[in-house]
């Protein structure tokens, strides 16, 4: 298994600002995702961050709305930018090991008014 | 990527068995099929995965025909405290194929005492 820590937990911010959400692993993985989940709804993939590349974005996601840092092997940071009520959600960042297996953190829970 | 179809709910009592069927029809070669759960506010929890035949581990088994066009998780005994959604997806090696989970809208279960 793997052991993924996110910061913050949890958080209310304005609309207009931005948060950035960090991702601890426990150990070096090569590859990371980041993950939005609407209220009620499923996980929806964000981008996958190598480290050493730039992000790759699903359709509908862009950089400048949610920029990705990779700097090691075992961080990686995701910050949603110009917020509005429409983003809130839960943020989670996952990490593959093994040969398929995608294990998941704990989630930062935002919510912007 | 193959899509999955899942019931959206399903209701069960303590101690019952529960199955949960997923069809993955345009399922690819090297296609793995991978079962979560997810409790509310929390990140989804890796239960099980598996390739063909039957997959057994201390939580659930995992039956795959022949043409893997679907895959049946397995919980034997289910308590109040399996009440979660579970979500059935499949996928290529993330690692060595550069691939990506994605998720459908998963099953609700709920057991009731």
């Known amino acids: 298994s793997a052991v993924i820590s996110q910061k913050p937990s949890r958080d209310i911010c304005q609309r207009g600002t931005s948060l950035t959400i960090q991702c601890q692993v426990d150990s070096q993985v090569t590859m990371m995702f980041w993950y939005r989940q609407q209220p009620g709804q499923s996980l929806t993939l964000i981008a996958t961050a190598n480290q050493g590349s730039e992000a790759t974005y699903e359709s509908g996601f862009v950089i400048d709305k949610f920029p990705i840092s990779r700097p090691n092997l075992t961080f990686s940071t995701l910050t949603v930018s110009n917020m509005s009520p429409e983003d809130s959600s839960i943020y989670l960042c996952s990490v593959v090991r093994g040969w398929e297996t995608q294990y998941f953190g704990p989630g930062t829970r935002l919510l912007v008014l | 990527l193959a899509k999955t179809t899942q019931p959206i709910s399903m209701d069960s009592y303590e101690g019952q068995e529960v199955n949960i069927t997923c069809s993955h029809n345009?399922?690819?070669?090297?296609?793995?099929i991978t079962w979560y759960q997810q409790f509310p506010s929390q990140g989804p929890r890796f239960i099980i995965q598996g390739y063909k035949t039957k997959v057994t581990n201390e939580v659930a088994s995992l039956f795959i025909p022949a043409d893997r066009k679907s895959s049946t998780l397995s919980l034997p005994r289910v308590s109040l405290s399996d009440t979660a959604v579970y979500y059935c997806l499949v996928g290529a090696p993330s690692y060595n194929q550069g691939g990506k989970l994605i998720f459908g809208q998963g099953t609700e279960l709920s057991v009731k005492p």
């Open positions: 345009n399922i690819a070669t090297n296609d793995y």
